[in-house]
């Protein structure tokens, strides 16, 4: 079993920064990629970025150059580094860890872009 919490979500306007937190616990050791996802009201969730257990990092067109996801296997978290914020980003992110035998998800961090 794997657990997944996120924070770091608020309130920011355009342009600005935040970055999320994805911890981790339980066997975190069998987590082989980690995703964030987001979902905006009424929209389907959407892939944002991947990184895998070798440090692969992958991109949705829409926030490269922008998003940076991370990881500290000390701390066992991975992090999602969101900067130039657009109104766009406006959504709930998720991260999802998925292991040889499982697909498990925190339970999202709201991030509102607005003036």
């Known amino acids: 079993q794997v657990q997944l919490v996120e924070s770091g979500g608020g309130l920011v306007q355009p342009g600005g920064s935040l970055r999320l937190s994805c911890a981790a616990s339980?066997?975190?050791?069998?987590?082989?990629?980690i995703h964030w996802y987001r979902q905006a009201p009424g929209k389907e969730r959407d892939l944002v970025a991947t990184?895998?257990?070798?440090?692969?990092?992958n991109y949705r067109n829409s926030v490269k150059g922008r998003f940076t996801i991370s990881r500290d296997n000390a701390k066992n978290t991975v992090y999602l580094q969101m900067n130039d914020l657009k109104p766009e980003d406006t959504a709930v992110y998720y991260c999802?860890?998925?292991?040889?035998?499982?697909?498990?998800w925190g339970q999202g961090t709201q991030v509102t872009v607005s003036s």
């Open positions: 999802n860890g998925i292991t040889g035998v499982g697909n498990y």
């Open positions: 339980g066997s975190i050791f069998s987590i082989n990629i």
């Open positions: 990184i895998t257990s070798g440090g692969s990092t």
